[in-house]
Nanobody
């Protein structure tokens, strides 16, 4: 089964940028829609961005215009470019499928935005 490893998080000041990567141990070519999720302390995990195999993207309103999701099927990797970061973006970020049941969750990558 495909395993997911997220990386690229860190501590950044408000207004800064980070690029997250999600490397899959197997092919994601056949997975139609992949997404980035985040979970802040005391809150439920939420889907913030998704991308189809046709490279159609969609974002939750709170990140529109600031985050960009992309995928490289040849490298089995999904990316999340995050710009103009805000303290409310602080969370652990995960990637996974969007439809048809989840793959085992990775460890996530912590993003902390200081004001």
């Amino acid at each position: 089964q495909v395993q997911l490893v997220e990386s690229g998080g860190g501590l950044v000041q408000a207004g800064g940028s980070l690029r997250l990567s999600c490397a899959a141990s197997g092919s994601i070519f056949s997975i139609n829609t992949m997404g980035w999720y985040r979970q802040a302390p005391g809150k439920q995990r939420e889907l913030v961005a998704r991308i189809t195999s046709s490279v159609i993207t969609d974002y939750v309103d709170s990140v529109k215009g600031r985050f960009t999701i992309s995928r490289d099927n040849a490298k089995n990797t999904v990316y999340l470019q995050m710009n103009s970061l805000k303290p409310e973006d602080t969370a652990v970020y995960y990637c996974n499928k969007v439809y048809g049941g989840f793959l085992p969750w990775g460890q996530g990558t912590q993003v902390t935005v200081s004001s």
